[in-house]
């Protein structure tokens, strides 16, 4: 059964840095993306970044954009999150999810597409 425990949540002023890191437990062949997401009370869970086990371009989203950087050891079956020049607005609940894949592209879902999930991490930002 697989299994993703993410890690390394935590309280930040506005400006500072903090990585999440994911590991993935019980998968071990075949290609897959893996991806960030976030929620916070009464809003979608949105899409952070993601990236696929092959290669190619990561995912961003938007707001994100120049702030995060995400990325993956295959030996390990671990995915990680650096974001830095956070922002009170990043405050969410972050969730490391996977879902298999053949191609890169499957990897810009949005959380409907992805199958696993890990039970989340808090990131908080304060002003």
């Known amino acids: 059964r697989l299994q993703l425990v993410e890690s390394g949540g935590g309280s930040v002023q506005a400006g500072g840095s903090l990585r999440l890191s994911c590991a993935a437990s019980?998968?071990?062949?075949?290609?897959?993306?893996m991806g960030w997401f976030r929620q916070g009370p009464g809003k979608e869970r949105e899409r952070v970044a993601a990236?696929?086990?092959?290669?190619?371009?990561?995912y961003y989203g938007d707001s994100v954009k120049g702030r995060f950087t995400i990325s993956r050891d295959i030996a390990k079956n671990t995915v990680s999150l650096q974001m830095k020049d956070l922002k009170p607005e990043d405050t969410d609940m972050y969730y490391c999810?996977?879902?298999?894949?053949?191609?890169?592209?499957?990897?810009?879902?949005?959380?409907?597409?992805?199958?696993?999930w890990g039970q989340g991490t808090q990131v908080t930002v304060s002003s």
């Open positions: 019980g998968y071990t062949s075949g290609s897959y993306c």
């Open positions: 990236i696929y086990t092959e290669g190619g371009t990561p």
């Open positions: 999810a996977l879902r298999l894949a053949t191609f890169s592209g499957s990897c810009v879902s949005d959380a409907r597409g992805y199958s696993y």
